[in-house]
């Protein structure tokens, strides 16, 4: 009887471990998919702005309130991943929720604050840019949460690890010059009036879009400290949104002001 039951048990063990290395498996060809995903959209948005913010334009269909947009795009980011935490938390460790409070502080900011902060000199943005920011940031959460509270295993002290030190430096680091950066066009907005004008503070003296160079800077941080191949795939995805949108800002700058400066750059101080 009692072998007859260490057998069951040993069956239902193996079953199990069989489960989840096919999961497991399964996650990978995904990651894999969404790199190649990734790859594509950052060559396709050198040749196609998304249209919201000052590269608005007609021809993408209805619209919303830009804030509104702002919100139910980012939300997800907010909401998906204190559901994870929660379903979860018998099994966190102190870094699983470190990791949880630096998502948050990021996206609590992006999703709730800086969407009524700003001053939207276009007040509209269409419902397609909202609906596939929205299904990313989906996908993105349970890569993130996936990867990392179930894939990636953590020794007690990787919160004294070098990684992780240089990684929630380097974290702190970008969101600072992210959130620094907004917030300069928006006190500028509020001295020189409504609309654009040209930034000459901070890194805006050497490049055309500092918030995004912080933001990239952001998640390789974020990609280092959680040591995970799903902070990497979304450090590589950072790279392929933001990079082409800054080119486009570059030389909308370029075309907009005539006294633009000839040697700022558009994302990276001194090279590109």
């Not at 069951?8 to 498996?25: D, P």
Request: hydrophobic residues 50%; contains cysteine.
């Amino acid at each position: 009887m009692i072998s007859s039951l260490s057998c069951k048990l040993k069956c239902v063990e193996k079953f199990t471990y069989h489960v989840q290395i096919n999961v497991m498996n399964y996650f990978y060809i995904f990651i894999l998919f969404w790199v190649l995903v990734a790859s594509v959209t950052f060559i396709y948005l050198f040749f196609v702005n998304a249209p919201y913010g000052r590269h608005m334009q007609q021809g993408w269909g209805k619209s919303i309130s830009a804030r509104a947009g702002w919100v139910i795009m980012e939300s997800p980011c907010v909401i998906l991943i204190i559901i994870y935490g929660f379903l979860m938390k018998d099994k966190l460790l102190l870094v699983h929720e470190i990791f949880l409070l630096l998502w948050l502080l990021h996206y609590v900011h992006r999703s709730f604050i800086y969407p009524f902060l700003i001053d939207l000199t276009n007040p509209k943005m269409p419902i397609s840019i909202a609906a596939s920011a929205f299904f990313f940031n989906i996908i993105n959460v349970n890569v993130q949460a996936i990867g990392i509270y179930c894939f990636t295993e953590y020794p007690e002290n990787w919160i004294v690890s070098e990684a992780f030190i240089i990684g929630i430096i380097i974290f702190f680091i970008g969101m600072f010059i992210n959130i620094k950066s907004d917030y300069l066009i928006i006190s500028m907005r509020k001295e020189n009036g409504p609309g654009y004008h040209i930034p000459n503070k901070f890194l805006h003296k050497y490049i055309s879009s500092p918030n995004y160079f912080g933001e990239i800077i952001e998640w390789i941080g974020w990609a280092i400290l959680t040591w995970s191949i799903s902070g990497i795939v979304f450090a590589l995805w950072t790279i392929a949104n933001l990079v082409p949108r800054a080119f486009a800002h570059h030389k909308w700058y370029q075309n907009k002001f005539s006294d633009y400066p000839k040697n700022r750059k558009a994302i990276i101080p001194g090279i590109i």
